[in-house]
């Protein structure tokens, strides 16, 4: 197994970039936590166009992702979370577990598959543009936390196409 002592496995990358197709890969191994779920719960929307600015929603979302990843590992489980996309989230997260094996893999995917992939993909979320998502996605941090995942030794980037 590629991921055989990571008990903490976060799946990140851009939108459409295969995070919850992935995760579904290695379902035998890991409990699948996808965070848009939990921004939904907290917030009480599930459409894009109406997440604006997440800071005040951040450590809410980094506190409930704690109680769902303590829960799973009460139940002997390793935990996959698909689909962080602020720094101060991933931080927490890893400062909150630092006793613990985890890694970091970025699903690495070509813009225009990715924009293919959002066009095909039908899912009632996707209330905006492709290119509205993409800045979405930017103001929230997610080119620092690509940054800070493909920079740490131990972390993993996968190329998550065919050519």
Known sequence: MLFADTHLLFVCGEICSGKGTFCRSIANYYD???????????????????????????????DALIQRIDQTFLNGRRVAIDGIRQLSIYNRLKSEYSDIDMQAVWLNVPWYILRQRYAARADSKDDITFTHAMKKDAALGLTQLRERIINEPNNITLNHFEK
Do not use: F, N, Y
């Open 32 to 62: 699948h936590i996808v965070v848009s779920d939990i921004v939904k719960e907290i917030s009480g929307t599930s459409h894009r166009s109406q997440l604006t600015k997440t800071d005040s929603l951040d450590m809410q979302i980094a």
